[in-house]
């Protein structure tokens, strides 16, 4: 294959051919020596990053669910009962640093596995079978925002902090703190402190942003 040569490097050649040989090949060799060093930090970049894929898939899935199985028992007048199956042997986990998405046409049963997963599946109804595991923390955002319109942030996320520890959800950690040390540090973590004052708000009240809303639920 011919090599197309650019007018720059027709220039640069040119005046490359002018210089003097006691300036000609010591330049020569330092650029060699600067091309050689750019090559080597490039590959302890390529390295590095390869490097941190392998610990991230080293490392223990924090959430795995295997053979899911969901079922609603459904009564009509012709028949005494009906079982829909929602969910059938649906197994999967989800690593830390990785993005997991649930794709799939409406009505597939997206949302009703992440209700699963979550455990909230509501209804007597409803069956749910399948081994879960969860490592650490997690936080569940609800497709619909279910809030007190008319409570401030601060007064939402206090009211969450009140709840989990009458249900000695809190952390450990969180157990000898204040309430409102908690909401304090909860408001500063999500970045909410702005709109510490601000309802929460609806769809006939104004309240804080849709990213703010979605912030104080993961609080």
Known sequence: ???????????????????????????????????????????????????????????????????????????????PSKTIQILSEISGEAHVGRLFAIVGPSGSGKTSLLNALAERVPGKNVQLSGLLRREGRMSYVEQEDAFFAQLTVKETLLFAVKLARSKNELAISDVVLQDEEICSRLMTDLGLMKCAETKVGDAKTRGCSGGGEKRVLLG
């Open 1 to 79: 294959e011919n090599m197309v040569v650019g007018p720059a490097f027709l220039l640069g050649t040119a005046i490359y051919a002018t210089f003097p040989s006691k300036i000609k090949y010591p330049l020569l060799a330092s650029v060699a020596v600067a091309k050689n060093i750019l090559l080597k930090k490039k590959k302890k970049k390529t390295k590095k990053k390869t490097k941190q894929n392998e610990l991230i898939d080293e490392q223990l899935p924090v959430l795995r669910w295997k053979n899911i199985h969901l079922s609603m028992h459904k009564k009509t007048q012709k028949t």
